[in-house]
């Protein structure tokens, strides 16, 4: 699991007065992040937080906060922009989750009944588009360059999505179209966090590149981990194995080769999954495959190439705590 507030502490991440202001600041993330998803009734707003209440990493929020190290001193920041800078950004993702949940018919989300099971699609993408029509409106206080960011980044979101619903062109090479599906519905955002909190501390252009781009790539190793964990983990709060189900390649899939234990495998994942006993065969058999280790060693090779991208920052406990952010992204299991 990546850091919650709790986490951001020594061993090789923030410490001391950098930590207890992280801590701090995520905790007013949180207030912001409820009072956004309000609604003009309650019952409005029972569903508009219903994701947010469930808690969650928040790792985009804690990335724009920990960016926002790399330019000026902490006491010259304006800490309501940096705060309104992370609540884009989760308000956004949060959104996003509402439509993924739909497009997924997902019956769970964070241990939870997701938003589309207890209240049907067509009101979990009004909630969707509530809390996105939200995101816009926190950014446009931040400024024109902000709202630019922050429409290119949707537009790659929804990019993403149309291209993961297609599918590869005839004859495309079904992996490429996997990793940018995944760069422009996963990473976009995170490097837009981290884009975000170098721009509200004023760094430099050259920083606010650099972490725009290690934000891209911890972004993609991220999704990548995800996948891997959707077939191997239990305990992620969500059933497992859900892009097997709804025939949706990912990288433990579009690594199989062309040996005859890999064959037998493509076509069982081919078949129609919707029995829980089928499923579960197939998790088991992909569980047990060299495949995954090969897909967490793609996983750590690009971990190292995010940590390649800070090795230029300047030295100290925040640029410890992206370094940790890249482990982690390698070692979790949820």
Not at 166 to 184: I, K, M, R, T
């Amino acid at each position: 699991m990546l850091p919650r507030a709790e986490d951001v502490t020594p061993d090789g991440q923030l410490a001391g007065e950098s930590a207890d202001t992280v801590r701090r600041q995520l905790d007013l993330v949180e207030t912001r992040l409820l009072e956004a998803s309000r609604g003009r009734t309650a019952l409005v707003s029972e569903k508009s937080g219903h994701i947010i209440s469930a808690g969650g990493k928040r790792f985009r929020p804690l990335l724009v906060l920990l960016a926002s190290h790399f330019g000026a001193p902490a006491a010259e920041i304006d800490e309501d922009r940096l705060i309104d800078a992370a609540v884009v950004v989760e308000l956004t993702h949060v959104a996003s989750l509402y439509h993924d949940d739909v497009m997924d018919e997902a019956e769970l989300r964070r241990g939870a009944p997701s938003a589309n099971s207890r209240w049907g699609n067509l009101q979990a993408i009004l909630i969707g588009d509530l809390l996105f029509a939200r995101a816009s409106s926190v950014v446009s206080a931040l400024g024109t360059e902000y709202v630019k960011i922050q429409a290119d980044t949707f537009a790659r979101l929804v990019h993403g999505q149309l291209a993961e619903t297609v599918g590869p062109a005839d004859g495309g090479d079904p992996l490429a179209h996997y990793l940018q599906v995944v760069s422009d519905k996963t990473a976009s955002l995170i490097a837009t966090s981290a884009r975000f909190g170098a721009m509200v501390s004023g760094a430099s252009a050259a920083v606010v590149e650099a972490l725009t781009e290690f934000g891209e790539v911890i972004g993609t190793a991220f999704q990548l981990s995800d996948d891997i964990i959707d077939v191997t983990s239990d305990t992620t709060g969500k059933v497992p194995g859900i892009d097997l189900r709804e025939g949706i390649p990912t990288l433990p899939t579009l690594l199989l080769g062309d040996a005859a234990e890999d064959l037998e495998l493509r076509a069982m994942i081919a078949e129609d999954l919707s029995e829980d006993a089928k499923l579960a065969e197939v998790l088991q058999r992909l569980r047990a495959h060299p495949v995954i280790d090969k897909a967490r060693a793609e996983v750590a090779r690009r971990a190292d190439q995010a940590r390649a991208l800070l090795e230029p920052l300047p030295p100290g406990d925040s640029r410890d705590a992206l370094f940790a952010l890249c482990d982690q992204v390698v070692t979790r299991t949820s």
